[in-house]
């Protein structure tokens, strides 16, 4: 009896140093402080494994050769198209290339510089469209960039993900409150962004008098107000996820960790042993600049094409960078997190789904007001009304869904249809200039 029981007790002990090896093996482990931080480890991995199953797919190697074909094309002056769809195209593999890299950089640095090397680069595509864009005087293009992306971010994105995982099942579960609070804050954060939209297109009653006029410096004076606010906001936001409430976030990340815990990855070691040996500290660094840059060629090409694009196609001037740089700029890391909602981590996806969008209307849009402002250029925060509209709807929409707590297929379809939809309405909308008209 006694030798059974030293049986079992050996045969425990082994056990537990093989689940502990496999922790402390794994390139991506720390030695975690918090439930949160144990629950960043185990996402993060497998995030990251998804992006690199998809940016080592054959096709999407194939397809960095239309990297330097396409940056050659637009130096040339290659027609508008060619150079337009090559530069789009070799984002595909840019995006997933920079994705991994900053998530190797990432491990080297704190908590605090990791959210902000992976808020910046997480949404590189609207950053330096936006950026790009506001030095060439194509305004409105910085405003279709970041409206694109956030209607992915609640129309086609959570779409996608609840019916992939939702097909066989009768409910999709997720956590209510911090789904709650998150939701309220990006619908909060949206009607902020339309504030100076609202003033322009609703006038004053006053139709006599000149001074009820809104003038366009109003416009950019409330602009640079709302985007001080939002700015601050995102600090009152990280503050209170990470100190005041953050036992909110630790509850619900104790979910995502069971979830994520027993869920098996198949490959794992193969994928990441692959990366670390690709990707060193020093070699990660050396290659994220060098990816920086072609990125950002690539994207200089695309923004001096897409009017000429457009005017060629006959469409709105709005349509590619609403539409096709959104989607295809993106499509990796949208569809890592498709990916992972179709292995049964909804809540997961949905969380970031909600931080990509609290990401762009926190950081991204306030920071290139602040940009212009330091470069004395009049970036606002004034939309088209049409994409303003939309805008407001897939938001209301997107909260309605998820704000029970679950969601099923049927009403991921009707996300997805809803999209496009409006990409439909996008497309047959009469062409705008690519600049802000001015206010009387």
């Not at 797919?57 to 637009?74: D, E, N």
């Not at 080297?108 to 936006?130: H, K, P, Q, S, Y």
């Amino acid at each position: 009896m006694q030798s059974v029981r030293h049986r079992h007790r050996q045969l425990l002990l082994r056990q537990l140093d093989k689940i502990s090896a496999s922790f402390d093996s794994s390139p991506f482990s720390r030695n975690p402080d918090t439930p949160t931080e144990l629950v960043r480890q185990l996402w993060q991995p497998f995030h990251h494994e998804t992006i690199v199953h998809i940016g080592c797919h054959t096709y999407v190697k194939l397809l960095l050769a239309t990297v330097p074909i396409g940056i050659a094309a637009g130096i040339r002056g290659w027609p508008v198209q060619v150079v337009f769809l090559l530069n789009l195209v070799a984002l595909v593999a840019l995006i997933p290339l920079v994705a991994v890299l900053v998530a190797d950089l990432s491990l080297a640095t704190g908590r605090v510089l990791d959210g902000l090397l992976r808020a910046t680069m997480g949404n590189a595509v609207e950053l330096i469209v936006g950026i790009v864009a506001m030095k060439r005087g194509h305004l409105h293009m910085v405003h279709s960039t970041l409206i694109g992306s956030m209607l992915c971010y609640t129309l086609l994105v959570p779409g996608s993900c609840f019916a992939l995982a939702g097909y066989n099942k009768e409910h999709l579960h997720f956590d209510r409150t911090l789904i709650n609070v998150m939701s309220s804050l990006m619908v909060t954060v949206c009607m902020a962004l339309l504030v100076p939209t609202i003033m322009a297109t609703f006038p004053s009653l006053d139709t006599v008098s000149p001074q009820a006029a809104v003038t366009r410096q109003e416009i950019v004076f409330v602009s640079r107000g709302v985007a001080i606010t939002l700015l601050v906001l995102l600090g009152v936001f990280l503050l209170f996820k990470l100190k005041s409430h953050a036992s909110i976030f630790h509850l619900a990340g104790a979910s995502s960790e069971n979830s994520l815990g027993s869920q098996s990855f198949p490959g794992r070691g193969v994928t990441l042993k692959r990366s670390t040996r690709m990707f060193a500290p020093r070699a990660a660094l050396i290659a994220f600049l060098v990816g920086m840059s072609c990125l950002i060629m690539c994207i200089l090409c695309i923004v001096d094409s897409a009017n000429g694009v457009a005017q060629e196609l006959g469409i709105s001037r709005a349509f590619p960078t609403l539409v096709l740089v959104p989607i295809i700029g993106n499509s990796t890391r949208y569809a890592a997190i498709v990916a992972v909602s179709g292995k049964g981590h909804v809540e997961s996806s949905v969380r970031a789904i909600i931080n990509s969008m609290l990401h762009i209307t926190l950081f991204v849009s306030p920071g290139l007001v602040i940009l212009g402002w330091i470069w004395d250029l009049p970036m606002t925060l004034q939309l088209d009304t049409f994409e303003a509209t939309m805008l407001f709807l897939a938001t209301v929409v997107m909260n309605h869904v998820i704000q029970d707590g679950r969601s099923n297929y049927f009403d991921g379809l009707m996300l997805v249809g809803t999209y496009i939809i409006s990409v439909a309405a996008f497309y047959m909308r009469p062409g705008i200039d690519s600049t802000p008209r001015p206010i009387s």
